[in-house]
Structure formats: C-alpha cells, structure tokens
Nanobody, 120 residues
C-alpha cells in the first residue's frame, strides 16, 4: 500500500522561502505524475504544480517563477521549493502521486497535507 507523507510546512514571513517534501512509502514501479495542490480556508483545492515522469512541469499562474517542483527518484520524494512567499500562499498543501505498481496495477494517492502560513 502506497502512502504519502508531506513535511516542511510552517510559518514564514512574506518574502521568505520554504521547501515542502513528499515522501512516498511502499513498493512501486514508477511515479508517473506528481503534483502539489493547496486549499485555503473557504476555497476549493487548487493545482499548484505538476511534474510528469518525463520531467515536464506545469505551474499555476499565481506561483509561476516563484515555486519549483522537483523529484529525487532514489528517495521516492517530491519537493516543492517555494520562494518569495506571499500572504495569498497561505493554505494547506497536499501532495498527489499517480503511478504504477507493475503488472498493470496503478495507484493515485494523496497525502494528508501540511500547513503553510504567511502572515500579513
């Protein structure tokens, strides 16, 4: 059974930086699509960034140029480097990974989230 655990959230002043980590545990064949999403109070969950297995990245307009998604294959870890943080970035950040167990079996799993708070 695949599980994701996010870490790295916290309180950071405007203009500061944080790096979120998403550790995947369990035996898998591949991670094919990795993504970070966020949900602010009273709002719907929104896409922040995605990374395909081939290395293609996509970012929300609101974070383009400030956030970077990356992965460490041997560690089965996905990262989100967040720079120049703003109050509007305050949210719970969730990691999502879709991949293969092998023999045609696939998975689509979410982490429980990590809180990022940027005060005004």
């Amino acid at each position: 059974q695949v599980q994701l655990v996010e870490s790295g959230g916290g309180l950071v002043q405007p203009g500061g930086s944080l790096r979120l980590s998403c550790l995947l545990s369990g035996r898998i064949l591949s991670m094919n699509l990795m993504g970070w999403y966020r949900q602010a109070p009273g709002k719907q969950r929104e896409l922040v960034a995605t990374l395909t297995g081939s290395g293609y990245t996509n970012y929300a307009d609101s974070v383009q140029g400030r956030f970077t998604i990356s992965r460490d294959n041997p560690k089965n870890t996905v990262y989100l480097q967040m720079n120049s943080l703003k109050f509007e970035d305050t949210a719970v950040y969730y990691c999502n990974v879709r991949g293969d167990y092998g023999l045609g079996a696939r998975f689509d799993v979410w982490g429980r989230g990590t809180q990022v708070t940027v005060p005004t």
